[in-house]
């Protein structure tokens, strides 16, 4: 039923993105990873609006994304109905229940593509982007060890003067940016710093590309 409603979701409102975000999509390596994403695999995003969510969905028109998302999405009718109907992964932000990352690492064991937007909640005005990332998803990308596809949106939607410009980088294994030494606690908090770094790059790559296109 998920990919039901994610198949019909995108045939049907493929009209309406184009219009809404215009995407336009570049790559850090398109050998490495383009739009199709073979097995399983986690994709970890920047996050500037509650819309990133429907970008990827359809930058990744191929494969169903199940995407960890708040609680406070899910409350909203009938938003949190067609989110489930989607694969939505729910995270209570304010409880500490983890059943959320049983429930993504169940989704990858099956072959399945789990989205995660590690700084948990938009970032406030003033502040450094991308925020901090959670550990839990860090912890999820050593534990499955499903590679990583990094991403990055600059979040120019709904306009009529710009188009919105996303980026995929290259997979990476959680394993070989966390080391081997030291506590799981510690690898996991290098982990989480070196996905956030690799994002935090790969915007700046964005940003030289659109660059480079500008001038050409």
Not at 91 to 118: Q, T, W, Y
């Amino acid at each position: 039923m998920i990919r039901f409603w994610n198949a019909f979701v995108k045939i049907s409102g493929w009209p309406v993105q184009l219009l809404c975000f215009r995407t336009k999509v570049h790559y850090a390596d398109r050998a490495k990873q383009g739009r199709r994403i073979r097995g399983p695999a986690m994709i970890i995003s920047n996050h500037t609006a509650v819309y990133d969510y429907v970008v990827w969905l359809f930058v990744f028109f191929s494969r169903t994304l199940r995407f960890q998302m708040a609680e406070l999405l899910f409350r909203k009718k009938p938003l949190g109905s067609l989110l489930r109907g989607l694969g939505g992964i729910y995270v209570d932000r304010d409880a500490r229940n983890m059943g959320f990352i049983a429930e993504s690492e169940r989704i990858l064991e099956k072959g399945g593509v789990v989205g995660i937007f590690p700084e948990s909640r938009l970032p406030r005005p003033g502040e450094e982007r991308p925020l901090p990332f959670a550990p839990s998803a860090a912890y999820l990308a050593l534990s499955s060890g499903a590679p990583v596809i990094p991403v990055y949106t600059d979040g120019a939607y709904f306009s009529l003067r710009r188009r919105a410009h996303v980026i995929i980088g290259a997979p990476f294994y959680a394993a070989d940016i966390a080391g081997g030494d030291g506590a799981e606690r510690e690898r996991i908090s290098r982990a989480a710093e070196a996905m956030r770094g690799i994002v935090k790059e790969l915007g700046h790559e964005l940003e030289r590309q659109k660059a480079a296109s500008s001038r050409g």
